[in-house]
Each structure stands twice: as structure tokens, then as C-alpha cells.
């Protein structure tokens, strides 16, 4: 903790494990994914205590940075503390609950590791798609090795969002498909926000008078007293969203996954020759569109 406040890193002290990684969470979802906090625990119970912080953090694509305790490496000192370990698999302990709630997980066995470990950690919590809860699971004993590290490693590092520009030629397609859609709508999930793409969402929505709604993630991509926002679609939406999506022929959505909560379990969009044209991190579906976020050119191109 000392090395921490002199590298400028600020230790807070929670009450609960769980909470702290809720809390963590929170943090960077109102710092739009650009910063968070690494959340560290005991071995055992206290690890255990995280990992649902860590579900809600993986499913709602917000990054967190777990260093859990873990049983000795060398199995001398068995049991320790709080620690719970298998019965029969001496190699599994509690922090191997974590694995299918991150989306990056790596147990140190020998401090050299790291090398390799916190690269590839950091390049999960920066990526806009990948991102979630990661978890680096330290054994009790390893936290103690000396190592020789280069100098290097300690460097400072500048992680870049991507944002990767789509290609003149899907630009072109998706325009033509709104160019012949008669009642068009827009899904703005929390990618939009993520990717700072409100100014561009608003710009777009005036110049072509197309309706905005909105999922649980993107509330506020868009004010709630603009006259293109129709509110929240979905399950839990209004009225006025979803009596939209029942009549729309095209449905351009917007940096969201479209979870359940939003198509309703994919009975809100009721009109049969209804197209999905979905802008995540990774694509556009259901044709192989891949924006981050709305290109310039697109309105020159709407207007013609």
C-alpha cells in the first residue's frame, strides 16, 4: 500500500467485498469505461464474496480489475486462513469460480508470469467488446518472490480505445436501406454513450427526423425532453417506444446487444418484412457492417 500511494495510486478501504466491486463497476460505467479501480481480497470467502460483482460487471461489458488471494503455490501451508479448497482437486480453489464470470482469468503460479499475464489483462479491460470483469488470481506465497523485472514492464503505458471507421462501401448499404424504409426507428444502446457518439446520434436524429429510443444502457444518449426521443423500448419501455417498434420497417440499433429487455424476447418488432441493421464493437448484423460509430459521410449520403 506504501509503493501504491508513491506511484499515486489511492487506497480505499470497503466494508464488503461485493460492494466493492459494485462499487468499481459504477466507477467506470460513469467514466464511460475509461478508468476503474483493481479490487484485491483475502484468499476464500472474501474472494468468493466478488464474484457476483463480477457477473454484473462481465454482463454489462464494464471493466474491473480482480487480484483475488489464492492458495499456496507450493502447497506447503494447506489449508491457509479462510482458504476452501477441493477435496479431491488439490490444483482447484475458489478463485477458480471466477473463470466463467470473467472475461479474462489467469492464475500466477510464478511471478515471471505476470510478463505475459497483465498485458494481455490490460488489453481486455480497454477493449470496448471484450471488456468485463477481469480477474488475476495471486497465490499468497507468490505475492512474496522476489523477481528481477525489467524496467520496461514499469514504463508508462498509453491503452487506446479503438475506433475503427466502417467502409465507404457498407455505409453505402445502409443508407439505401434507409433511404426505402417508411417508418425507421433507432435503438440507442450503451455503446453510443460508451463511444461518446451523442453529439453525432443527435445531429443525425434532427436531419433526418428519425425517432430515437432507448435501452436501459443508453438512457441519455440522447435528452430526455428532445422532441426525436420516444424513451425506453422493450419489456420495460413506454409506450410510446414500443408502439413504435411494433410499425417499423427498419430498426437501426445502436451500440446495444439487444438483450431480452429490449426486443421483449424478440416479440417487440412485429412487422414482418421488418430489417435489423445492429451497430455493436464487434459488427453489423444481419449483413457485415462494422462501425464504432456514425461516419461523417453518412449524411451526405442520406441527402442525396
Not at 460505467?29 to 457476483?52: E, Q, V
Not at 489464492?70 to 502447497?75: K, L
Not at 470483469?133 to 503505458?157: I, N
Not at 453505402?172 to 434507409?178: A, K, Q, Y
Request: hydrophobic content about 40%; aromatic content about 10%; some cysteine.
Amino acid at each position: 500500500m506504501e509503493f501504491a500511494e508513491k506511484e499515486g495510486l489511492k487506497f480505499y478501504r470497503p466494508q464488503h467485498e461485493q460492494g466493492m466491486v459494485h462499487i468499481s463497476a459504477a466507477f467506470a460505467k460513469h467514466r464511460n469505461r475509461l478508468s476503474t479501480f483493481a479490487c484485491t481480497t483475502s484468499i476464500g470467502p472474501g474472494a468468493l464474496n466478488m464474484i457476483t460483482g463480477a457477473g454484473v460487471a462481465t454482463v454489462n461489458r464494464l471493466p474491473v480489475l480482480l487480484l483475488p488471494s489464492d492458495y499456496f503455490a507450493n502447497r506447503v501451508p494447506d489449508p491457509v486462513l479462510q482458504q476452501i479448497e477441493h477435496p479431491n482437486e488439490r490444483d482447484v480453489s475458489a478463485s477458480d469460480a471466477f473463470r466463467p464470470v470473467s472475461r479474462f482469468f489467469d492464475r500466477i503460479s510464478r511471478p515471471e508470469q505476470l510478463l505475459a499475464s497483465l498485458p494481455e489483462a490490460f488489453r481486455v479491460l480497454t477493449d470496448p467488446a471484450e471488456t468485463g470483469a477481469v480477474t488475476v488470481s495471486l497465490p499468497e506465497d507468490v505475492q512474496a518472490e522476489a523477481f528481477d523485472w525489467p524496467t520496461e514492464f514499469f514504463g508508462k503505458r498509453v491503452w487506446r480505445i479503438r475506433r475503427p471507421l466502417p467502409e465507404p462501401e457498407l455505409i453505402r448499404e445502409i443508407v439505401t436501406r434507409l433511404q426505402q424504409a417508411e417508418r425507421p426507428m433507432i435503438i440507442a444502446g450503451g455503446g453510443t454513450i460508451y463511444g461518446e457518439a451523442w453529439t453525432e446520434l443527435q445531429a443525425f436524429a434532427e436531419a433526418f427526423g428519425l425517432p430515437v429510443t432507448e435501452t436501459q444502457a443508453g438512457k441519455g444518449a440522447l435528452s430526455w425532453n428532445h422532441p426525436w426521443n420516444a424513451g425506453p423500448v422493450g419489456s420495460n419501455g413506454a409506450t410510446s417506444a414500443n408502439e413504435l417498434a411494433k410499425e417499423a420497417d427498419l430498426i437501426l440499433a445502436l451500440g446495444t446487444r439487444l438483450t431480452d429487455f429490449t426486443t421483449a424476447s424478440r416479440s417487440q418488432f412485429q412487422t414482418q418484412r421488418c430489417v435489423l441493421l445492429r451497430s455493436t464493437w464487434r459488427r453489423w448484423t444481419p449483413t457485415s457492417f462494422r462501425p464504432c460509430r456514425w461516419s461523417p459521410m453518412s449524411n451526405g449520403l442520406c441527402r442525396r
